[in-house]
């Protein structure tokens, strides 16, 4: 069969991976399969008429774009098909809304090619396993399909057709936070593993529940193949959990160590692990195999709120954890996450006061949020939280709620709380040089001078909105190439503003009504931007 693949816009440098694994799977199984990636091209009225099936899919973020994918192809004529985790977090809500014909829940690979088989020999289709279809306005689905065990098997992912070249020779170093070790970085994504073998509360794994490790020699064998050609400096490893084993870890780290040796360039990477999985040994392992960038899921300080998360670890484990990280060079990448149903103003200020004391290491403060198919997203719909299910995918997906059993008055103290310590004591450095491509700045934790090149502070946009933003308004996250610390770069006048908020937030109902103006301000400069 004719098939377009529809990659939706990701709004940020995110590669959708998840789509080249299928176009793989489906060029395998011999269909002629064309591409077309919107964060490219927004052109779907004359692309759609040409195939006889559509495909698409991504995360509820995604949702306008897969909507009109959808709508575009049947109106040609087309068999729509929608995946991702959209679909298998809410199916029958999801088809619907975007009344496509069917849904593939979980993994893919081996759906869609089954589902496409029995379409063009036109058999029934319910004898395949993880699909999702409307008849008659009744809305069916088939019997679950098993994981994928052997991830070995599957084809290596077909980035080139999804515009991968195009991707990554237009990166910045100010594109992604994992990308300003390098002037010109150019990022490869792996896929080593899928799932995750614990179940914290506010996590969803769309591709099932059981935990998959691809093989070190099948990962090696793919980067063999597209690091030379795409000349690649820096892998971002995208499982939820890289590893939980410390031989699988070493392993990788003895044979990525050999690859980078056959290279005539520098090749860096990074991953996600759990804090059991750190400690100086481990450290020094990543960091002779070129590992320069750790992602941490810490989440909270106070042992009730990991307990009600579900998280299976202590306040001791992440101490000890950061601890180890800041006697090094490496990259520290974590959040703490605030509003967890379990949460008080008493368990808050635990995770604020080390934050407060660890502010060098870099972690993020932010709110739980409740992704559809999560345990907290349920928590909402049981509790009346979230009242509207499809309204609040389309339009407060990012919202904060109070899940907590803290009055509202409490829960918005603690959200001003949380912001005015971040604003006051996260590090941050004023810079000595802007110019259209680059910033030299001093870090706040070594005192060395850098300069980035081919960086942007802010997206570009018209000559006025970069001359407002880009000169005068911008604070722009950033590591430093030496020590491996996160900082904030800020103009003077929003370091202005972030003080003059800071005192305000003092008194929270006068610091509302400053943000709002804020917001308001940069809504215009928004809207002064090119299209």
């Given at each position: 069969m004719k098939v377009l693949v529809v990659a939706p816009r990701s709004g940020t440098k995110i590669f959708p991976v998840g789509l080249a694994y299928v176009v793989s799977a489906l060029k395998a199984a011999g269909h002629v399969v064309d591409?077309?990636?919107?964060?490219?091209?927004?052109?779907?009225?004359?692309?759609?008429?040409?195939?006889?099936?559509?495909?698409?899919?991504?995360?509820?973020?995604?949702?306008?774009?897969?909507?009109?994918?959808?709508?575009?192809?049947?109106?040609?004529?087309?068999?729509?098909?929608?995946?991702?985790?959209?679909?298998?977090?809410?199916?029958?809500?999801?088809?619907?809304?975007f009344q496509a014909d069917y849904g593939v829940i979980g993994e893919g690979e081996v759906t869609v090619c089954e589902l496409l088989s029995a379409l063009e020999k036109n058999t029934e289709v319910d004898a395949v396993q993880g699909i999702a279809y409307l008849s008659d306005d009744c809305f069916c689905m088939t019997d679950a399909r098993k994981p994928i065990m052997c991830l070995d098997e599957l084809p290596y992912p077909d980035y080139e057709s999804l515009g991968f070249r195009k991707h990554i020779d237009t990166f910045k170093p100010s594109d992604l936070y994992y990308l300003d070790y390098f002037d010109h970085p150019r990022g490869y994504p792996v896929v080593a593993s899928r799932s995750c073998p614990y179940d914290c509360t506010f996590c969803y794994h769309p591709l099932g529940r059981v935990y998959r490790q691809r093989s070190v020699d099948s990962i090696i064998e793919e980067l063999g193949q597209v690091v030379p050609k795409y000349r690649i400096n820096v892998l971002e490893i995208l499982d939820e959990l890289f590893s939980i084993d410390d031989d699988r870890l070493k392993t990788f780290c003895e044979r990525i160590t050999q690859f980078r040796k056959t290279l005539p360039w520098e090749l860096k990477w990074g991953c996600q692990l759990r804090v059991e999985n750190i400690n100086d040994e481990n450290l020094q392992m990543l960091r002779d195999a070129g590992c320069y960038n750790l992602s941490l899921g810490i989440e909270s300080y106070s042992g009730n709120v990991l307990d009600s998360m579900r998280k299976k670890i202590l306040p001791e484990d992440i101490h000890r954890a950061v601890h180890c990280i800041l006697k090094t060079d490496l990259r520290l990448q974590g959040n703490f996450i605030f509003g967890d149903p379990s949460e008080t103003m008493s368990t808050a200020e635990e995770t604020i006061q080390f934050w407060k004391k660890h502010s060098d290491a870099g972690i993020l403060l932010g709110f739980v949020q409740p992704y559809p198919g999560s345990e907290l997203y349920r928590y909402c719909l049981q509790k009346g939280i979230i009242c509207d299910r499809l309204d609040f995918v389309q339009h407060h997906l990012f919202d904060i709620f109070n899940m907590t059993e803290m009055p509202d008055e409490d829960f918005f103290r603690l959200r001003m709380e949380v912001l005015r310590v971040d604003y006051a004591h996260s590090r941050y450095a004023l810079p000595e040089k802007v110019e259209q491509n680059a910033i030299t700045v001093v870090c706040p934790h070594c005192d060395k001078r850098m300069t980035y090149r081919?960086?942007?502070?802010?997206?570009?946009?018209?000559?006025?909105?970069?001359?407002?933003?880009?000169?005068?308004?911008?604070?722009?996250?950033?590591?430093?190439?030496?020590?491996?610390r996160r900082f904030w770069v800020r103009s003077a006048l929003a370091h202005l503003f972030t003080v003059v908020v800071t005192n305000m937030l003092k008194y929270p109902a006068l610091a509302i009504r400053v943000m709002n103006v804020r917001n308001g301000v940069f809504t215009i400069l928004r809207k002064l931007r090119k299209p």
């Open positions: 591409c077309l990636n919107l964060n490219h091209t927004f052109d779907l009225n004359n692309a759609c008429c040409r195939y006889d099936v559509v495909a698409t899919g991504g995360l509820a973020c995604h949702f306008t774009d897969i909507k009109r994918v959808v709508q575009v192809a049947r109106e040609a004529g087309a068999t729509t098909v929608v995946g991702g985790g959209i679909i298998s977090s809410e199916p029958e809500l999801m088809l619907r809304a081919n960086f942007a502070v802010v997206d570009s946009g018209s000559v006025l909105f970069s001359l407002l933003q880009n000169r005068l308004l911008f604070n722009k996250m950033m590591y430093c190439r030496m020590c491996g």
